[in-house]
């Protein structure tokens, strides 16, 4: 049920990937990279309102919150599909991104409510494996959608996943935050409460590490059909390419899920991340001396995408371990990281699309130094360590 949650999201991004170029056409729009912020707009609307999320959560419980969440995503899916201008559809997308957040933060939050540590790291990955069958098929729903009906369809499934989800959560979802563990609604107390996400160094620091490295993830997002189309020429099968690298990222969540309780979740996530440095380094030597072979850059790019899927949940499970009685908030700030501040440096990066994918691997680097070094000042200068609570 919390991977369904979170497939939302990304039902959300990835089925109209394909139908971006179209989108364009349609609303006449002139410059083909603001075909991308039909999906950013979706993300920053998603971002902020977790911020009032999670302390709403917190105060009330979960179920309730998420209900009417999702009758939002339902109703703005379908309004989508009457959009009469690409500004109209670009501020019903904004405000579908707020309903999602309410989703988004609830799920995170139910598992923080039974879980902790690196079963909660366990049990994240878990999810995030099932999230990922969405990115992997979401694409080819989207090409399927637009052969037999119009692309505005792409956004009216949306409108469907949603309801179905609403009744399911609505017949299955117990209570997971007890009363007696609710917090007070009020200014003091908010502003109290994200003091202590923002003083906390571990949480602060991979709230801030996830925020920068995530950017590279959202670049591709924003990019990915005229990487395919236009820097290589294979956007008819735009569904199959995007799905590989999807594969790769559902394979290393669930190999995660497997030997984190053995290994730790710093000892991965430090790993992994500077295999994903060093995996952007080679495709940005390789691209030059290949002449931008697409098979080349796919199969080292399938490899440093599949990064995202063993720091990911390490980085959420790190960040959000040290407050646990205040979970709903601490995964509302966790969640404004990852996806307003992460839109945003992925929409600088995507917009510097020039027809080559250069200047996307040279994000790709940039900002996995950048998170490293942030990880290396949460952590004091030293990698790999165990940490509080041998996580």
């Given amino acids: 049920m919390m991977a369904t949650l979170l497939a939302l999201n990304a039902l959300a991004i990835d089925t109209m990937l394909p139908a971006l170029a179209e989108i364009g056409k349609f609303y006449q729009v002139e410059n083909p990279n603001d075909q991308q912020l039909v999906i950013f707009s979706y993300i920053l609307g998603f971002g902020i309102p ?13 179920k309730g919150l998420l209900q009417f969440s999702l009758i939002g995503y339902s109703i703005t899916a379908f309004w989508c599909m009457a959009a009469n201008s690409f500004e109209m559809l670009l501020a ?8 999602s957040a309410g989703a988004r933060v609830i799920a ?19 999810v995030l494996t099932v999230f990922m069958i969405v990115p992997i098929l979401a694409p080819g729903v989207g090409t399927i959608i637009m052969k037999f009906a119009h692309w505005k369809w792409t956004f009216g499934i949306l409108g469907f996943a949603g309801m179905a989800t609403f009744v399911w959560t609505f017949l299955r979802l117990p209570k997971t935050l007890p009363v007696e563990k609710r917090r007070p609604l009020d200014p003091k107390s908010i ?12 949480t602060l620091g991979y709230m801030a590490a996830s925020g920068i490295i995530f950017g590279a993830l959202f670049a591709f997002i924003g990019a990915s059909e005229q990487i395919f189309a236009d820097a290589f020429g294979k956007g008819d099968k735009f569904w199959l390419w995007f799905g590989i690298i999807a594969v790769m990222l559902a394979i290393a969540n669930f190999m995660n899920s497997k030997i984190v309780e053995r290994v ?6 430090h790993a992994v991340m500077l295999a994903f440095i060093g995996f952007s380094i080679l495709n940005l030597i390789a691209m030059p001396l290949t002449g931008e072979n697409f098979y080349v850059f796919l199969f080292i790019f399938a490899l440093t995408f599949a990064c995202f899927g063993m720091m990911g949940a390490n980085f959420a499970a790190l960040a959000l371990e040290p407050l646990g009685e205040m979970s709903g908030t601490a995964n509302a ?39 490293l070094f942030v990880v290396l000042l949460t952590e004091k200068g030293k990698l790999f360590e165990l940490g509080e609570g041998k996580s």
Avoid at 264 to 269: D, E, L, Q, V
Wanted: net charge positive; charged share 15%.
């Fill in 50 to 62: 977790q911020l009032f999320f999670g302390p709403i959560s917190d105060r009330f419980g979960r």
């Fill in 92 to 99: 019903i997308r904004f405000l579908q991104g707020v309903f």
């Fill in 108 to 126: 995170g939050a139910v598992i923080r409510d039974v879980t902790s540590g690196r079963v909660m790291a366990k049990v994240m990955s878990l």
């Fill in 191 to 202: 502003l109290s409460a994200y003091w202590t996400v923002m003083t906390t160094r571990v």
């Fill in 264 to 269: 730790g979740m710093r000892r991965i996530s």
């Fill in 333 to 371: 700030a966790y969640g404004f990281a990852t996806s307003t501040v992460s839109s945003l440096i992925g929409l600088a990066v995507a917009r510097q699309f020039d027809g080559t994918i250069m200047p996307i691997l040279g994000g790709f680097l940039v900002l996995g130094v950048a998170s």
